[in-house]
């Protein structure tokens, strides 16, 4: 089950993988070029007229015109797959930071103006952190580069609601924040030399494994395990109780160029995480699996067909350090016994063979509880006491409650979880119909059944993607 975005931070070309941000509802994920140079005809580059520069690279940041063109390009709700980097002097500031939110929201344009100006919304400071108390002010005038994602949001062009970042600062007194030195100043850099044969005794280094997967046909797997070895870039689930398996990026320096993501491995000795938040930036691994070239542009560790051989050198039983993983057994979701699941139009009804259905119902409108919008739901408790969660499990995004629906956006592998004061003989979900789509989410949806708990979940091939599941109403019948 899995979908997900290629990452490299420094590529000028990248795939756009479709992915559900806070703005709006993209289906599957296609590639289309993502560099914006050349700008968009209007300007003859030798006329004073301003023109797209840069390829979105560290070493040749976007301009703003570029920055538009490349969001132009998208469709609506699509996002760049990869973060690109911008540079521009602030021209508005909106939001110069969030106290609640630890973010920024300001314009940015080639000159200063307004003209031609990119919209850079929530962004976080520098470091990719959120703003705190004596942090220095963004104002007009200062130049940035912004790190991140960007995004056609109905015909805006922006950057993606806390996937970008203030990568540099400088003021207009000269004084620079973060950045390190300027871009342009440095060579790009370029994948290492390729070492190791696969073997436990020698294995391969992240540009041999990178240089072995990119080598396959779309979606190939390797037939044979093979090891190799890299530092920890970055996290993206630790481990995931749902799934006892975590995924993370590792390269050969522990820098983000020319990564290798290893996707849903299990820990040492093969065995399904437990417990514990182990993994952190920098550890030294070894993993051991099958590869693929998932899509053609996504080189990464086939799931759940790889494992973390070593952990900073220490093999299975040489870890230490308390309830390590491995040591018991992983939580895993509700097995349960599956509940017939029927979709017609927007609405999903859902029935338990085993339970005779009473005339003793309960309905829930989740437009009524006051969420602010865009927010994750709190847990819901109805007049008899049943209460109704909803849970993020190993999607990509977390689920959201969204006014102009009046209802919660469930995306891929997202959970909403029934626990009934009594047992529960059927449920039917009233969902959103917009624009000729009924969202009543994947064909894999299913629903487990564990005495008076029953568990949707909005299953999928990937951890993004696919159809929403938007609930706007639940009816509850209980059983006899």
Not at 53 to 58: A, C, F, I
Not at 194 to 205: A, Q
Not at 224 to 243: A, L, P
Request: net charge negative; charged share 20%.
């Amino acid at each position: 089950m899995k979908a997900k975005k290629f990452i490299y931070a420094v590529m000028a070309l990248a795939a756009v993988a479709f992915s559900f941000t806070s703005c709006e509802d993209v289906p599957e994920p296609y590639s289309i070029p993502v560099s914006a140079s050349g700008g968009n005809g209007e300007g003859s580059g030798g006329s004073g007229e301003v023109v797209a520069e840069g390829d979105g690279t560290l070493a040749s940041p976007f301009n703003a015109i570029a920055a538009n063109e490349c969001a132009k390009k998208l469709a609506s709700g699509e996002e760049t797959a990869s973060d690109v980097y911008i540079k521009g002097v602030i021209s508005k500031v909106k939001e110069a930071f969030s106290t609640q939110f630890g973010n920024g929201t300001f314009y940015i344009s080639e000159d200063g103006t307004t003209t031609n100006d990119f919209y850079v919304y929530r962004a976080y400071y520098i470091d990719n952190k959120k703003f705190a108390d004596g942090d220095t002010q963004i104002e007009v005038g200062d130049t940035v580069i912004v790190c991140g994602k960007i995004t056609n949001y109905n015909g805006t062009y922006e950057t993606v609601q806390n996937k970008a970042y203030i990568y540099q600062l400088k003021k207009k007194d000269g004084a620079t924040i973060g950045g390190g030195d300027e871009p342009g100043t440095e060579e790009p850099s370029t994948p290492g030399e390729s070492t190791g044969d696969g073997s436990l005794n020698n294995p391969y280094n992240v540009a041999a494994v990178l240089a072995k997967t990119q080598a396959l046909g779309a979606d190939e797997k390797t037939t044979e395990d093979c090891y190799f070895k890299g530092k920890v870039v970055s996290i993206t689930e630790n481990y995931g109780t749902t799934f006892g398996n975590a995924s993370f990026y590792v390269s050969d320096d522990g820098t983000s160029a020319n990564q290798f993501l290893v996707w849903r491995a299990n820990y040492l000795g093969n065995k399904k995480y437990a417990s514990g938040d182990l993994l952190k930036e920098g550890d030294e691994v070894i993993i051991c699996g099958k590869l693929v070239n998932f899509k053609g542009n996504t080189p990464e560790t086939v799931q759940g067909e790889a494992y973390l051989y070593s952990l900073n050198g220490k093999t299975e039983g040489e870890e230490t350090g308390g309830d390590e993983p491995g040591t018991e057994e992983p939580e895993t979701p509700i097995e349960g016994e599956k509940a017939t699941v029927s979709k017609a139009e927007n609405i999903i009804t859902i029935t338990y063979d085993k339970a005779t259905p009473s005339s003793e119902t309960v309905t829930c409108n989740l437009g009524e509880y006051g969420w602010e919008n865009a927010t994750e739901p709190k847990v819901v408790t109805l007049s008899d006491g049943t209460t109704i969660s909803f849970a993020q499990e190993g999607g990509n995004n977390a689920p959201k409650y969204y006014e102009a629906s009046k209802g919660v956006r469930m995306y891929a592998l997202n959970s909403m979880t029934i626990t009934g004061t009594k047992a529960i003989a059927a449920v039917k979900l009233i969902c959103d119909a917009y624009q000729g789509t009924n969202y009543v989410g994947n064909e894999l949806l299913y629903t487990a059944v564990d005495g008076n708990t029953w568990k949707v979940v909005n299953d999928h091939t990937g951890n993004s993607g696919g159809v929403q599941l938007r609930v706007k109403t639940i009816e509850i019948t209980y059983a006899q």
